[in-house]
Each structure stands twice: as C-alpha cells, then as structure tokens.
Nanobody, 124 residues
C-alpha cells in the first residue's frame, strides 16, 4: 500500500529553520507530482510548494517564496522542505501529498495520496 510519512516538525523560534522530510513507499516516486500543503488553526488547507514528477519545475505559495525550498531525492523516494526565516504565521500541520494522472488513450485516472501530517509551531 502507498505510504507517505512526514518527519522533521517541531517547535522553533521566529527566524529559525526546520527541514521537513516525506518518505514515500508503495508507489513509483518519479511518476508523481510531490507537494507540501499546510493547515493552520481555523484555516483551510493550502498549497505550500510543489515539484513536478520530472523534478524540473517548482512552484511556491506567495507567502513562502524566498524562504522555503522544495527538493527531492528520487533514489531515496524522499521529498524535502527546507524552511528558513520562519514566522509565527507558518505555524500549521504540514502534509505531504503525491498526485498522479494516468492517461491511456481518451481515458484517465487520478491518484492522490496524503501523509499523516507533522506539526510545525513557530513561537517565542
């Protein structure tokens, strides 16, 4: 079965850094778009960053541009999120996501998987 396991969350002071990891198993890692989402208290889940299956392109939410960096190690089936200059508003549960659209002729199938989430708390 598919499993996405996040790690690296914790408590950090404003201005500090954390590095999140997402270890994937049960899927062909290189076939999936990998993304980080987060959900803060009383807020909707939002996209933080994504990296394409070919790993040649990345996208970031405006709120994290210049501070966060998404990357992956395909050989280890692992995705990372380097978070620098953390702010209180970055406090949230961070989720790993894997998404794939499989197409054959005129037909397609969508695959979407989520990790359990890891808590990031930015506070002094």
């Amino acid at each position: 079965q598919v499993q996405l396991v996040e790690s690296g969350g914790g408590l950090v002071q404003p201005g500090g850094s954390l590095r999140l990891s997402c270890a994937a198993s049960g899927l062909t890692f290189s076939s999936y778009v990998m993304s980080w989402y987060r959900q803060g208290p009383g807020k909707e889940r939002e996209l933080v960053a994504a990296i394409t299956s070919g790993r040649g392109s990345t996208v970031y939410a405006d709120s994290v541009k210049g501070r966060f960096t998404i990357s992956s190690d395909n050989a280890k089936n692992t995705m990372f999120l380097q978070m620098n200059s953390l702010k209180a508003e970055d406090t949230a549960v961070y989720y790993c996501n894997a998404h794939r659209t499989f197409s054959s002729g005129s037909y397609s199938r969508n695959y979407n998987y989520w990790g359990q989430g890891t808590q990031v708390t930015v506070s002094s």
